[in-house]
């Protein structure tokens, strides 16, 4: 953008937050910064700038900046739930497409204010995030970068197994680690008193043999928390990237928990705004382009935008505006699709179930309620499965056994094994995934890679 152009958006994004609070909106404080693109998809690719570095960002950054290069896709805007907002506009966007997305971003700016799913997220994650990359890299200069690279292939790889209503990280200090100090040489030991042998010698008391570990209620929910408290053989360090890691997938979390209502409600806005700004012929034109590119379906998905701000829309006529307010500060998309996707929007979108059978793709069902029940199963535990952690010390020699909590939906047993070989290698003992097949229930066993 020029400098022109550049001074020409300030302006419009000043008008926007005014009128945005003229319509009811409270954005939190907001930094917009234009940026090329490597900065846009690396951001996008790490989920936060400054993130630790690790293979599977870089495949992902690889993935998005390609597909951009080539024409396939576009981010328009990314924004970082923080204090102030971090929103981050494309340098190569005209002025008038920077607007709109600017209109976009102060949505979802209320949005991250109100909602009570991010109440407990930390606003200061974005300085966390490069807190933990300092500290992975110490850990690769003593340790190893191959050693710590595959152990959080390992981590990496339940990082969405977190417990799903968790509000807060858990401190290292809750779990008994205390996050490792530089080696210091040991103190030579004390030689004993001449005297020492004349003395009356006590027999020291028998140490108490350990408890078994337990699991505390609900605890089991948490792998990822279960591992770093319970798993035997794992070092401070390691213990500590699993604190690190779980931190920030639960700063994750409402974003996943809230992605239909989130961008409905942004889409929503930045159609509301924009019609209040002074805008030419040619920009109208332009906003009903760009507003039918967010709006488009997507083939063979479901499009967040469009799914969303048709609820909103839906829910704005038939109750009004402070509903619609009430509804974005306390709900997630598992409520905001029970209770509001009704049977006309359904028919709008012409929404139906589809699956693969006899070796085609065929409609199955266009009954709203069974497109309703078939969009909130997959929103269940944000669409992963949910497995559980139902015995840390199984047949007393500290065996990890997992339960899958089937809801209907299988898992993909080639997938689960290759996986359970990563939760081997975290528990350092032979683990076992119970999950129910054909309806029968079948255990998947794994021993630990041998030590290197």
């Given at each position: ?168 990280p858990t401190p290292l200090a809750r779990v008994g680690v205390v996050r490792p100090e530089p080696e210091r040489p040991e103190a030579p030991p004390q030689q ?261």
């Open positions: 953008m020029r400098d022109d152009e550049v001074a020409a958006l300030d302006l419009a994004i000043a008008d926007l937050w005014s009128i945005a609070h003229g319509e009811g909106l409270d954005p939190m404080r907001t930094h917009f910064e234009i940026v090329p693109a490597p900065v846009l998809y690396e951001v996008a690719a790490y989920g936060l700038p400054g993130r630790f570095a690790h293979w599977s960002h870089g495949k992902a950054y690889q993935q998005m900046k390609t597909q951009y290069d080539f024409g396939l896709m576009k981010i328009f805007e990314l924004i970082v739930h923080a204090d102030p907002a971090q929103a981050f506009l494309l340098d190569t966007n005209d002025l008038f497409t920077n607007k709109f997305v600017a209109a976009h971003v102060l949505g979802h700016s209320d949005f991250f204010k109100h909602n009570a799913h991010f109440r407990a997220a930390a606003l200061d994650m974005d300085e966390r995030v490069r807190l933990h990359a300092e500290r992975i890299r110490a850990y690769e200069f003593a340790h190893g970068r191959r050693e710590v690279e595959s152990f959080l292939d390992a981590v990496l790889a339940i990082q969405e197994h977190v417990d799903p209503w968790a509000d807060e004993p008193e001449a005297w020492e042998d004349l003395l009356e010698r006590r027999t020291a008391p028998a140490t108490p043999a350990p408890a078994k570990p337990n699991l505390d209620p609900g605890e089991g929910e948490d792998i990822l928390l279960v591992i770093l408290r319970h798993a035997p053989d794992l070092a401070d360090w390691q213990r500590d990237v699993i604190a690190l890691v779980r931190t920030e997938s639960l700063y994750f979390r409402p974003y996943v928990r809230t992605k239909i209502m989130n961008e409905g409600w942004a889409t929503f806005w930045h159609v509301r705004l924009l019609r209040r700004l002074q805008l030419s012929d040619a920009e109208y034109t332009e906003f009903a382009r760009l507003n039918a590119g967010v709006r488009s379906p997507y083939p063979g998905a479901v499009n967040p935008y469009l799914l969303g701000v048709s609820i909103w829309e839906d829910l704005n006529r038939r109750e009004g505006l402070q509903r619609c307010f009430l509804v974005r500060e306390s709900e997630d998309d598992l409520s905001f699709l029970r209770n509001h996707l009704t049977k006309e929007v359904a028919k709008d979108l012409d929404m139906y179930v589809y699956q693969f059978q006899d070796d085609a793709w065929s409609v199955t069902d266009k009954a709203w309620e069974a497109v309703r029940d078939t969009l909130l199963a997959s929103r269940v535990h944000c669409g992963h499965p949910r497995i559980v952690a139902a015995d840390v010390d199984h047949h007393g020699s500290r065996e990890l056994y997992l339960q899958h909590r089937h809801d209907g939906r299988d898992l993909d047993l080639e997938y689960a094994e290759r996986t359970l070989q990563r939760v081997a290698q975290l528990w350092r003992r032979r683990v076992h995934l119970e999950t129910p097949v054909d309806g029968k229930p079948k255990v998947l066993t794994c021993d630990p890679p041998p030590a290197r």
